[in-house]
C-alpha cells in the first residue's frame, strides 16, 4: 500500500496539528472542515505554526512554502476521494464517527485505509460501521501532534497486516515513534494516564491539597512537567469525562468512575482552557 495523499477530518487542534506534521513530511493533505470560517482559521494556524519554526532556525523558508504548497483546506468531504489514507479527528462520540466512517466508506476510492485518532473508543466499532474492516485501524497522536513523539497504531482484530504495516510506515515517515497496541479502551497511555488523573481529582474534592498544592507536588514530586489538574484542563475536561466513561464501560474499575467535581463542572461548562476557566481561571 502506497500512501501519498492524507486526508483528515476535523477542524480542531488535533486535525490541524496532523495536517502539518503530514505535510512537513512531504504528504499531500486535504484538511476538511465544515464550515469555511473553520477551514481558513486551520490553515492561519498552520500558517503561523510554520512561521515560528523558521522564526527559530527549525525549517527553512522555502521549506515551509513547499509545505503549504501540499495543503488543501476544503468544506467539500467529496475532495477527500482519492486520498490514500483518511484520518478522521472528531468529537470523541462513537455514533459521530461510526456515521463519519459509514460516509467515507462510500465516497472515499477502494483500497484506500480508514483510520481513527480516537485515544479510547474501540476501533473495531468504526471498522464494522464499512465495507472495507480491513482497511480501518487506529493511527492516535498526542496533543500537540507537532511536538509529541509518539503515536499509538492500534490494530482492530478486523485490520490486515498490509493496513498495520502501511499505517507504521505513515508513522515513521512522520518521524515519530509509532507503538503497535491492542484494540482496547484506552489503549496505552489513557488506561494508565486516566485512573491517575481521576485520582488526582478526588484528593481535591477529599481537601488533602488545593489545586495548585497537588499539581506542585507531582512536578517537585515526581518530575512531571505538568500537574494532574492542569493537565484535566488542557485536555478538556468534557474529552477527560468520555475517556473515563469509556474505561468504566469496558473494565468497570472504580478507578475510572469519572469524580463527581469533573460531571459538576462538565454540567456548567467549565471545560477548562477551551471555555476559560476548568481547575483553574485562564481569564
Known amino acids: 500500500m502506497q500512501i501519498n495523499k492524507i486526508g483528515i477530518v476535523g477542524s480542531g487542534i488535533m486535525g490541524s496539528g496532523i495536517a502539518e506534521v503530514a505535510m512537513l513530511a512531504g504528504f499531500e493533505v486535504v484538511l476538511r472542515s465544515r464550515k469555511q470560517e473553520s477551514a481558513v482559521s486551520m ?3 498552520i500558517e503561523r505554526s510554520l512561521v515560528r519554526r523558521v522564526e527559530k532556525g527549525r525549517l527553512e523558508a522555502q521549506e515551509a512554502q513547499d509545505a503549504l504548497s501540499r495543503l488543501l483546506a476544503t468544506t467539500e468531504i467529496d475532495e477527500l476521494v482519492d486520498c490514500d489514507l483518511v484520518i478522521e479527528s472528531v468529537v470523541e462520540d462513537l455514533e459521530v464517527k461510526r456515521h463519519l466512517f459509514d460516509h467515507l466508506d462510500r465516497i472515499v476510492k477502494p483500497g484506500a485505509i480508514l483510520a481513527t485518532n480516537t485515544s479510547t473508543l474501540p476501533v473495531v466499532d468504526l471498522a464494522a460501521a464499512t465495507r472495507r474492516p480491513e482497511l480501518v485501524c487506529g493511527i492516535h497522536f498526542f496533543n500537540p501532534a507537532t511536538v509529541m513523539g509518539l503515536v499509538e497504531i492500534v490494530r482492530p482484530i478486523t485490520a490486515s497486516d498490509e493496513t498495520i504495516a502501511a499505517a507504521s510506515a505513515f508513522v515513521k515517515k512522520c518521524a ?9 479502551a484506552g489503549f496505552v497511555v489513557n488506561a494508565l ?9 478526588k484528593l481535591l474534592e477529599r481537601g488533602v491539597a488545593t489545586a495548585e498544592e497537588i499539581d506542585r507536588s ?3 514530586g515526581c518530575g512531571f512537567p505538568m500537574g494532574p489538574l492542569a493537565l484535566l484542563d488542557l485536555v478538556g475536561l ?3 469525562v468520555a ?6 464501560r469496558e473494565f468497570g474499575d472504580v478507578a475510572t468512575l469519572a469524580a463527581p467535581t469533573l460531571r459538576r463542572k462538565l454540567a456548567a461548562g467549565q471545560l477548562g482552557k477551551k471555555t476559560k476557566r476548568g481547575f483553574y481561571d485562564y481569564h
Do not use: Q
Open 193 to 201: 494516564l486516566f485512573p491517575y488523573l481521576n485520582s488526582a481529582v
Open 218 to 220: 507531582m512536578k517537585l
Open 176 to 184: 515519530k515513534d509509532g507503538v503497535l497496541v491492542k484494540d482496547e
Open 43 to 45: 490553515v492561519g494556524a
Open 243 to 248: 475517556i473515563l466513561d469509556a474505561l468504566y
Open 238 to 240: 468534557d474529552t477527560s
